[in-house]
């Protein structure tokens, strides 16, 4: 009788022990990728303050054929902080409160998570809170958001022996991608959607082709449309994968994998045919191997949004690490 009431003695404390235990586990952040819950008051958000958050995190993506928004923004009144909103990855709080404030707050909620507290005592205040915060706050959601579109890539992660021994680099990629080409210095890979498709292109040049001068972006456009003339084309006569001379590209000098990078995002189009759509570039300046490796992620999705397409495709090229 004892033995039998110590075992359930001891059942009931080890249940009660890893409830407790479990109840301390921060929950996990959910919601889709690219998407703000922003906890605010009708009265301030149908105003000057509201205008602001929408110019700041919802204007347009650079790079993209159609106008598509930086973020999705929910928005929800102050007294429903709680619930599965608690749950959204980048909260964003604004408050009418005496004392001016900035602050964020790293997994307050659930994780990962980023919730930014900004009040002040007017809506000028507030206002001038959310203009000289707003580059930070966009960077760090858009690291947020590459880590955990990272996080769902590694679920499921395509056999890439071929592209390590042929670039001698480390690449995460989905298993939804398939090879479809592979050259002796280029592949060229391929994810069908129900619209369209999603392709990344991986190619290296000798590191001469692109000089550090006045015309650089030229000659990155040159090299992307020699290389789509000789790989990229379409079934109509002479159709071939060029940069659209309509809309002038985006560029930025950033750094990858801790090397000298350039990032152009503009719209290609296959000469001789009616497909287009947006593309991202990145041409890696690797001293180490005396080449500039360029890693490309360009889709054709004509009846859908290209926002989470093309942010995936920077995701995965993100993903890189050039080997020793």
Aim: with cysteine; glycine share 4%.
């Amino acid at each position: 009788m004892n033995k039998t009431f110590f075992l359930f003695l001891l059942i009931v404390l080890t249940f009660f022990s890893c409830t407790k235990k479990n109840d301390n586990l921060p929950r996990k952040a959910t919601g889709k990728i690219n998407t703000i819950s922003v906890i605010i008051d009708d009265q301030l958000w149908n105003g000057e303050v509201g205008d602001t958050i929408r110019n700041k995190f919802a204007s347009p993506v650079v790079g993209l054929p159609q106008e598509e928004p930086l973020f999705t923004i929910n928005q929800y009144p102050t007294k429903l902080l709680e619930g599965f909103m608690t749950d959204s990855r980048t909260i964003i709080v604004v408050k009418k409160e005496d004392d001016n404030k900035f602050e964020i707050v790293k997994n307050q909620y659930a994780s990962p998570q980023n919730v930014f507290h900004i009040s002040g005592n007017s809506s000028a205040d507030i206002v001038e809170i959310i203009e000289k915060n707003a580059p930070k706050i966009i960077q760090i959601i858009k690291d947020t958001e590459i880590a955990e579109d990272q996080r769902i890539i590694n679920l499921s992660l395509l056999n890439t022996k071929i592209i390590t021994n042929k670039f001698h680099i480390s690449l995460k990629v989905p298993s939804s991608y398939s090879y479809v080409l592979g050259k002796r210095n280029f592949i060229w890979l391929k994810k069908e959607i129900i619209s369209g498709n999603s392709s990344l292109i991986i190619y290296q040049v000798p590191i001469k082709t692109i000089k550090k001068d006045s015309s650089l972006i030229q000659n990155i456009i040159r090299m992307r449309d020699s290389v789509g003339g000789l790989y990229i084309q379409g079934t109509e006569p002479d159709s071939r994968m060029i940069t659209e001379e309509g809309y002038s590209p985006y560029f930025s000098k950033i750094k990858l994998d801790g090397k000298e990078s350039y990032e152009t995002k503009g719209t290609w189009e296959l000469k001789n045919d009616f497909m287009s759509g947006p593309f991202i570039n990145y041409a890696i300046v690797d001293q180490k191997h005396n080449r500039i490796l360029v890693l490309e992620g360009f889709c054709y999705s004509p009846s859908r949004e290209k926002r989470d397409l093309m942010y995936e495709l920077e995701s995965i090229i993100k993903s890189i690490s050039i080997l020793k």
